[in-house]
Structures are given as C-alpha cells and as structure tokens.
C-alpha cells in the first residue's frame, strides 16, 4: 500500500468517513465552516491533527486547492478481478490523466458501476488528485490493475460478461441494449480505445454526435454512456 495525500474540504471529509485517515493537517486559524465538521469527524474517530501554516499545505498538496485542509491516508487497496464479478464494470484503457480518471470514478459511483479496471503500464493510478476529482467516491469503488487487460477481458467474458467498447465508428448507444452482466472500455484520451483491445470486444458503441464538434472528453462521454444504460434498465423494470 502507498500513502497518499488527500485535500480539498469534501473529500476529506469522505476519506475520513472512510476511517483511512492517519493524521489530519489543518491551517493554522482556519476553523470556519466545514472545517469544525472536519475537526469534529477527525476527534471522534481520534485522528490525530496537526495545525500547520498555509504552506505546509501547498507542498503537501503540490500547490493544490487544498481549502486548508490536507489528510494523509492510507494507501489505496486494489482488489482482484474476481471480486468484480456481479458489478458494473469499467475499463479504462490507457487513461493516464487522473484529473479524467477521478471524474470517471464520480459518475460511476453515482450511476452504479462499482468496478474499474486499469492496466498495469500507462495508466493513472488512484493517487491524491483521484480522490480529489472523484470527492472521494472512490473509496466506494473496487479498482483492479489487470497486468495484462486483454487477459482480463477474456475472463471476464468466460463469466458470462458482454464487453462493449466506446468507440466514434461504434452503433449509437441509444439502439443498443445492455443488460445482464456487461462492462464498458473507454479508452486513451488522444487514441481512443485500442485496435488490440476492439479485437476482444464484443461490441462497439458509440454517442451520436450533432454538433460540429466529433468528439468528447472521456469522462463527459463515460458519464453519458452509463447514464443512458442505467436510464434504459430502469425503464425496463417498469
């Protein structure tokens, strides 16, 4: 496990809720607002707390907005493959920017896709910058670093998975259904979803553009895609 330094007023207080937290880092004067809940939490759950000046937090944070407060957690526990099964499942191929992977994890959490999987080699980890983009969702999610993805794709699949990945020249996500067990590829930032990876997908799909522009950022178009097979299965149950 990696320590890792969590900041930012929400999800510090998600991580503390956790019971993650090693030691907190205050500002020195700062006890308006959220701050006495974060000083409430940190003492009932007898976290030790350390007030510290302004740039203590700067260099904790690496000059992050950090609201005058920075916890210090344990490091996050990745889990096998095998404890995805039954879940939502994302996978994220090649996505390295955390500030992209965090803000994939807060939709996820938000929209029932309680697994991720990352590859091993060029990939964001969960690091500070994750908990801060996700507000701390993450910690409500199972992340696996699969050495070798299109290996645990393949698994996946022999446990009765369908994989779909994203992809511009995919079918429109609003003629596709998607149900049962299933997980979704999204795939780099700049070369989408790759060609050996399309290869063991079951499917590709893909969100109709109408507007000039051809393309989204990878977690705007994450969020769209699991809002709308989430919409679809609800409307199935009525």
Known sequence: MREEYV???NPVIEVLNSGKVDKLYIQNQNDSGSIRKIFAIASDKKVLISKV?????DSLSNNG???GVVALVSGYEYVELEDLYGENILILDKIEDPHNFGA???SAEALD???IVIPKHNSSYVNS???KTSAGAIDNIKVHIATNLTNAIEKLKENSYWVYGADMQGQ???DTKIDGRFAIVLGNEGKGVSKNIIKHCDAMISIPMLGNINSLNVSCAASIIM???QRKNEAAKV
Request: net charge positive; charged share 25%; glycine share 8%.
């Open 7 to 9: 900041y930012g007023r």
């Open 53 to 57: 000046n302004k740039s203590k937090l």
């Open 65 to 67: 907005n950090h609201q």
């Open 104 to 106: 994939i994890a807060r």
């Open 113 to 115: 896709f309680k697994g």
């Open 129 to 131: 910058i994750v908990y």
């Open 172 to 174: 429109s996500i609003y």
């Open 227 to 229: 809002a709308e097979i």
